[in-house]
C-alpha cells in the first residue's frame, strides 16, 4: 500500500509563493509517477504537474513559468513551488501517485488534499 501525506497549503496574496510537500511512504517503486492535481469549487480535477523518477517533469499550462515541480526519490518527497500565485490557483492541491501495471492500466493512490487560497 501507498501512504500520502501533504502539507504547505495556506492563505497567500496574488503574487505570493508557497511550496508544498507531500511525503510518500509503503511500496514506491522507480516507475512510479508522482504528481500534483488541484480542483476549486465546482470544476473537474486537473493536472498540475507530474515528475518521473528519472526527473521528466510535465506541467499544466496555466502553471508554466510560475509551478516547479521536484522529486527527492531518496525521501520519496514530492514538492510543487508555486510562486506568482494568482487568485485561480484557489484550490484543494492533492498529491498524487500514479503506478502502471500494464500497458492500458494504471493504478492511482491520492492524498488528503491541502487547501491553497490565493486572496487580498
Known amino acids: 500500500q501507498v501512504q500520502l501525506v501533504e502539507s504547505g497549503g495556506g492563505l497567500v496574496q496574488p503574487g505570493g509563493s508557497l511550496r508544498l510537500s507531500c511525503a510518500a511512504s509503503?511500496?514506491?517503486?522507480?516507475?512510479?509517477?508522482l504528481g500534483w492535481y488541484r480542483q476549486a469549487p465546482g470544476k473537474q480535477r486537473e493536472l498540475v504537474a507530474g515528475i518521473t523518477s528519472s526527473g521528466s517533469t510535465n506541467y499544466a499550462d496555466s502553471v508554466k513559468g510560475r509551478f516547479t515541480i521536484s522529486r527527492d526519490n531518496a525521501k520519496n518527497t514530492v514538492y510543487l513551488q508555486m510562486n506568482s500565485l494568482k487568485r485561480e490557483d484557489t484550490a484543494v492541491y492533492y498529491c498524487n501517485l500514479r503506478r502502471r501495471l500494464s500497458l492500458s492500466t494504471n493504478r492511482d493512490y491520492w492524498g488528503q488534499g491541502t487547501q491553497v487560497t490565493v486572496s487580498s
Open positions: 509503503g511500496s514506491i517503486f522507480s516507475i512510479d509517477v
